[in-house]
């Protein structure tokens, strides 16, 4: 079974800029998560897609974050415009369903870093 | 707000010893748990989990425990291998929606 892929692996850009992650979740997977880890934390939940439905964006900075998942499969988180303290680990997870049966699996991530 | 927290940042422990890494949660309408292992430019491995309607659960070399009185669960490796170095988080959920919350996780370091 193939893994959740994300792309790019690196990505490091200047204060103000945009940038977008890209996250192909294991296929039938219908729940995809996006997770920022900060370095010598753990992930913290940004989004959660059902299908192509949002269930929980509550701690997505909605002002520079945004996040979409076209057709219910791939999804894209972009930041506009960053900062510094957007450098960290953002992971994509995702799961058959999102209630009883969990069965996460994460992604190896694109490590961002905001100069 | 919910927290999950791990009690060490970092567990140093001799190849052939067991470790034991613990974790407390505040919610205590959490009613699933996970361990993850996670190495150096990888994503969250996951290890073992457990219901809340069990009080202990093993897999292979290892154990989770979970005291919901104290709202506390720990991971038990048994003869602990390099390889298992790495971060171990503990990850807490509440109702059908999935989400997870981590703890910051332990740093084990397994000595030759």
């Given amino acids: ?115 | 707000g919910e927290s999950v927290g791990l009690h060490l940042p970092t567990l140093s422990v001799q190849e052939g010893d067991n470790s034991i890494i613990n974790c407390a949660y505040s919610n205590s309408a959490s009613d699933y748990f996970i361990w993850y292992k996670q190495e150096s430019g990888k994503g969250p491995q996951f290890i073992i989990d457990i219901r809340s309607n069990m009080d202990k659960r093993q897999g292979q070399r290892v154990t989770v425990l979970l005291n919901k009185t104290v709202k506390h669960l720990s991971l038990q490796i048994a003869a602990t291998q390099p390889g298992d170095s790495a971060v171990y988080f503990c990850a807490a959920a509440s109702g059908g929606y999935n989400k997870l919350i981590f703890g910051a996780g332990t740093r084990l370091a397994v000595h030759p």
């Fill in chain 1, 1 to 115: 079974e193939a893994g959740v892929a994300q792309s790019p692996r690196y990505k490091i850009i200047e204060k103000r800029q945009s940038v977008a992650f890209w996250c192909n979740p294991i296929s039938g997977h219908a729940t995809l998560y996006w997770y920022q880890q900060i370095l010598g934390q753990g992930p913290k939940l940004l989004i959660q897609f059902q299908n192509n439905g949002v269930v929980d964006d509550s701690q997505l900075p909605k002002d520079r974050f945004s996040a979409e998942r076209l057709k219910g499969v791939d999804s894209t988180l972009k930041i506009q415009p960053a900062k510094l303290e957007d450098s960290a680990v953002y992971l994509c997870a995702s799961s058959l369903s999102a209630g009883g049966n969990y069965g996460y699996t994460f992604g190896s991530g694109t490590r961002l870093t905001v100069v």
